[in-house]
C-alpha cells in the first residue's frame, strides 16, 4: 500500500486496471529524441575557446545547436571555430569577441547574436580560472596571498558569471523555456589546499545560481532555469602543470587526487557532455537551482 503524501496518483491496493489506464494515458509519454532534441537551440557559451567549454560547444553544435562561442580573442576565436568547422561539417557556430567583464562588450555581443538569429536560449557561464598570485605556494602561508591576484579571481569568475548573465536574461526570459548554466569546480563545496581565490569565487557562483534559480522560477513560472555545472578534475591547460611533470606522470598532487577519486583518474572533456546537454535540453525543464556533479567519485569520497 503506498502511505507517499505526494501530490501524485495514490495507488491503492483497491486500485482497479482501469484506474491504472486511466493514468498511464494522462501521461504524456515524450520519446527520448524529443526530451533531448536541441536543433535550431541557440547556445551562448563564455571562454568558449576553453578545453571543457570549447569540447562542450563543438559537442552541442554537432547535436544541431547553433552555438555562439564568447571569448576575448578574435584571433582564438578563428582558429577554434576553423577547428569546429572541419570537425562537424555544417556546423551553426559563430565566435563574437568579449570580454565577461566588460558589459557594454557584452552587450554589443547579444545585439550582434539577435540579429543573427533572433533570439537566445541558453547561456553557458564557461570562463573561468585561476592565477598563480591566489593560490598559496607550497613554502607559503596565507598571510603571502596576493590580494590583487584574488580580486582578479573572483572578478573572472564571479563577476564574469552574474555580468553576462544580466545582459543576457532579458532575451532569454523573451525564448520562453531557456537555461543558465554555471561552470562551478569541485572546490566550491570542499576545501582544496592552496586553491583559496577560485574556490571563493566558485563557491559565491553556486550560491548566485541558487539565489537567481529561485527568482527567474518565480518571475518566469520555469521559464528561464538556472543550474551550475560541477566539474572535478580534468587535466587543462590551468592545472597542467600544477597535476603532471613534463614527462606526462603525476606529480604528488596529482597522485593525491586520483587517489582520492573512486575512478582513480582525471576526467576526460567529452564526460561533461551528457551533463550539458541534459541542462540545457527539455529533459531538464523542471530542475532548477541544481549542482550537477561530473567528478568520478571526488565529491562524495571521505578518502577512507
Ligand atoms: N579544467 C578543469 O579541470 C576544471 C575543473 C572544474 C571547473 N572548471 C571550470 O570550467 C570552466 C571551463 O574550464 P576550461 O578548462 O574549459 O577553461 P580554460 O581551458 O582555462 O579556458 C577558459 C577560457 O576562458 C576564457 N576567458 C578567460 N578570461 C576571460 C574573460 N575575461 N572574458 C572572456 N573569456 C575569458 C579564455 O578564452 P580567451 O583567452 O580566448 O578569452 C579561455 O579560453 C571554467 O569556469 C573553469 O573554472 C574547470
Redesign the pocket.
Known amino acids: 500500500m503506498d502511505r507517499g503524501c505526494g501530490r501524485g496518483p495514490r495507488l491503492t491496493a483497491g486500485a482497479s486496471l482501469a484506474k491504472l489506464r486511466r493514468i498511464t494515458q494522462k501521461t504524456q509519454l515524450m520519446s527520448a529524441n524529443s526530451l533531448f532534441d536541441i536543433t535550431g537551440k541557440v547556445i551562448v557559451i563564455?571562454?568558449a575557446?576553453?578545453?571543457?567549454?570549447?569540447s562542450a560547444a563543438a559537442y552541442l553544435a554537432a547535436n544541431q545547436a547553433k552555438v555562439v562561442y564568447?571569448?576575448?580573442?578574435q584571433e582564438?576565436?578563428d582558429a577554434t571555430l576553423a577547428g569546429v568547422r572541419g570537425q562537424v561539417p555544417g556546423a551553426e557556430v559563430i565566435g563574437v569577441a568579449?570580454?565577461?567583464?566588460d558589459r557594454e562588450a557584452l552587450e554589443r555581443a547579444r545585439d550582434t547574436i539577435l540579429a543573427k538569429w533572433g533570439r537566445i536560449d541558453a547561456l553557458l557561464n564557461?570562463?573561468?580560472?585561476n592565477q598563480p598570485g591566489a593560490t598559496i605556494a607550497p613554502d607559503k602561508t596565507f598571510m603571502d596571498l596576493d590580494f590583487e591576484a584574488f580580486q582578479a579571481v573572483v572578478d573572472?569568475?564571479l563577476h564574469?558569471t552574474v555580468l553576462p548573465t544580466l545582459v543576457f536574461t532579458p532575451a532569454l526570459m523573451e525564448a520562453g523555456s531557456a537555461s543558465i548554466v554555471n561552470?562551478?569546480?569541485?572546490s566550491a563545496s570542499r576545501a582544496i589546499t592552496r586553491v583559496v581565490g577560485y574556490s571563493a569565487a566558485k563557491a559565491a557562483v553556486e550560491n548566485f545560481t541558487r539565489w537567481l534559480a529561485v527568482d527567474l522560477g518565480r518571475r518566469t513560472s520555469g521559464g528561464v532555469r538556472v543550474n551550475a555545472l560541477v566539474?572535478?578534475?580534468?587535466?587543462?591547460?590551468?592545472?597542467r602543470r600544477l597535476l603532471t611533470n613534463e614527462d606526462g606522470s603525476l606529480t604528488p598532487r596529482g597522485e593525491s587526487i586520483v587517489r582520492q577519486t573512486p575512478f582513480g583518474r582525471f576526467g576526460q572533456a567529452e564526460e561533461l557532455h551528457g551533463a550539458v546537454h541534459y541542462l540545457v535540453a527539455d529533459a531538464s525543464k523542471f530542475v532548477t537551482g541544481t549542482t550537477v556533479t561530473v567528478d568520478g567519485g571526488f565529491g562524495v569520497f571521505s578518502g577512507v
Open positions: 563564455t571562454g575557446t576553453g578545453a571543457l567549454t570549447g564568447l571569448g576575448r580573442s582564438k576565436l568579449a570580454d565577461v567583464n564557461g570562463a573561468g580560472g573572472l569568475n564574469g561552470y562551478s569546480s569541485a566539474p572535478g578534475f580534468f587535466l587543462g591547460e590551468q592545472n
